[in-house]
Structures are given as C-alpha cells and as structure tokens.
C-alpha cells in the first residue's frame, strides 16, 4: 500500500519539475529578448547624443571669438572657367564655418563686371541668415601657380582651405576635414593623397618617382595631400612666398606644374610629420586635367628630385593613417 501511494505522488513531483523547468526556460528566454532590445535602444540612443554632441561642439568651437577657432578661408584657384567657378562659389558659400572666400585670378584682364556682381550676390544670398562671408579677388599680374600661396594680407583665419574651382565635396565632408585639422593645425589635412618611392630601377637610394593614386589604393600609404583640396595654417603661405627656393619657384613658373609638391615639401619640413587624408567623396566638375596628359608622372618625379636637391633632403614623410567620419560609417 505504501508503495503504490508514492507512486502517483513521484509521477506528480516529476510533472511539477518538467512544468517549473519549462516555465523557468520560457521566462530565461524571454528575460533575454528584453535585454537584447533594451540594449540596442540605449546604443541607438547614445549614438544619437554623441552625434548631436559633437554637431553642436563644432558650431560652438566654428563660432567662437578667438581667430584660431573663427572658421576657415577659401583660396580657390581658377583660370578661364567662369561657370565652374560660379558653381563651385555658390556651393561653399553655403558651408558652415566658412569665413571668407579668395578667388587666385591670374588672367591677363580683370574679372568681368557681370562674373562679379554674380557672385557677389550669390555669396550674399548664401549667408543672409548668419555671419556674412566675405569675397575677395587677389589679382596678380603675373600668370605663374605660385600665386596660390601667396601671402594674404588681413587674413583674418588660421585656416586655409587650398581647392580649385573645378572640386566639389558636401559641406559636411568640408567640416569634418576642418575639425580634422583643428586637432592637427601644423599639419596638411584634405582629400587627395599622392606619394613617393625610391627609384630602384637607377641602383640610387636618392632618386625618387612620383606615384598617384593607384599606388596609394594599393601599398595605403601616402607622403603627399594635394593642394587642389586641403587645409593647412595661413603660416605657411607666408613661409612660401618668403622662404621658398627661389629656384624652385621659378620652375614651377615655366612648368606650369609641381607647386602642391612643393607645398608639401614645404609643410613636412617644417614639422618632420605626414600629412592627414581624410576620407571623402570627391565630385570633380571639370575637364580632365594635367595628371590626364602623357608624361606626368616623368615631369612629377622630375620635380620630386629637383626640389629634394634644393631642400638638401627629402623631407616628406610617410604614413597609412587615413581620418574617417565614424558618425556617418557602420563600417571603417
């Protein structure tokens, strides 16, 4: 009799653990669904904060008194290219931060009285609802691409954004690039990166070649940021107008090439430290330019071991270190 009676009670027990366990199971499971959920909305919500945080921390620095956290000044290249410079004014003008635009002419007349008045309104259209930003013509008489980094008298930013009038990239690229350089001031900060190499084919270890992109995409390493579109401090515009070889800036004169080599040379020389490329789309409104034309990487190397010869050394210096904007990347 005692036997049979605990035998429905141990069929009882073991249905009661098989319940508790499966109940337990359930509630494990669904316990973690929770927290899988909550997790992900804090993280959504943190990254949110953090790039609200750092937009309003870049307004508050871009518009602060000091003129080292001012905004920065555009020195726009151009030659012939009335449409292409119209396109591109009427887009930066439009970028916050941006202090003052100067349009390098070098043309043999003066700007046409209809290109300016064009511009001059659409500056002022772009900036009717904050700080008005200034345009400016540099008129040089002498038609030479060293008057890209000329001196400019009054200029009231540490930054310089260096570009030609036939570049584009969206203003937020344009930001991150200053806030790039902000962290780095000493530094040649922008979009297009060239480098260098040693001449094996010669059996010299003090002859070098030029190398453009292809060699960047494939070794990731660059010496070099082109001044078609980068930042550096308005120092060394003055540097270049006066301590620039001579020699070397009249070859760039009767070349009609090489001075984004010599500026690099300039800048590495001065800090003994590499460029920073920063990653952004690139829109390129023009014609093929010059690196289209046979022969350019002959004329580039050429200017490589030129201007090493007139330097004393080679001052550029190499990296891989590429800046990218994680607010906007999932993937780096």
């Not at 260096?162 to 350089?181: G, K, L, M, R």
């Not at 579109?229 to 006066?242: E, G, Q, W």
């Not at 994680?326 to 780096?332: K, L, V």
Request: hydrophobic share 40%; charged share 20%.
């Amino acid at each position: 009799m005692r036997g049979s009676s605990l035998i429905p009670n141990r069929r009882a027990m073991q249905k009661f653990r098989q319940l508790a366990t499966t109940t337990v199971g359930s509630m494990k499971l669904k316990l973690l669904l929770i927290c899988v959920v909550a997790f992900t909305l804090i993280a959504l919500v943190n990254r949110a904060s953090i790039s609200n945080q750092t937009s309003l921390s870049s307004i508050d620095l871009v518009s602060g008194g000091t003129t080292s956290l001012k905004g920065y000044a555009i020195v726009m290249n151009t030659w012939k290219r009335y449409d292409l410079l119209k396109q591109s004014i009427s887009h930066y003008s439009s970028c916050r931060g941006l202090d003052s635009i100067h349009v390098v002419w070098s043309e043999p007349t003066p700007p046409p009285v209809p290109l300016k008045e064009f511009l001059y309104r659409i500056v002022q259209e772009n900036s009717r609802d904050r700080q008005a930003v200034k345009l400016e013509f540099d008129i040089h008489t002498e038609n030479s691409l060293n008057n890209r980094f000329k001196e400019i008298s009054g200029l009231e930013t540490d930054a310089v954004f260096s570009i030609d009038d036939d570049v584009i990239f969206p203003c937020s690229t344009v930001e991150f690039a200053f806030s790039v350089w902000r962290s780095a001031p000493d530094a040649m900060v922008g979009f297009v990166p060239r480098t260098h190499w040693v001449d094996e084919s010669k059996g010299n270890t003090d002859r070098y070649v030029y190398a453009g992109w292809w060699s960047v995409w494939w070794s990731g390493a660059y010496s070099m940021i082109l001044s078609k579109a980068a930042f550096f401090h308005k120092k060394y515009l003055t540097l270049y107008s006066k301590n620039m070889p001579q020699a070397i800036k009249d070859y760039i004169t009767t070349s009609r090439n090489c001075e984004d080599i010599a500026m690099s040379f300039l800048v590495a020389n001065a800090t003994n430290a590499p460029p920073i490329w920063v990653k952004g789309e690139i829109n390129e409104i023009g014609s093929t330019g010059i690196s289209s034309l046979g022969g350019h990487v002959e004329k580039r190397s050429k200017c490589i071991n030129k201007f090493a010869a007139e330097f004393g050394k080679l001052p550029l210096v190499r990296t891989s270190m590429k800046a990218i904007d994680s607010r906007n990347t999932w993937f780096w």
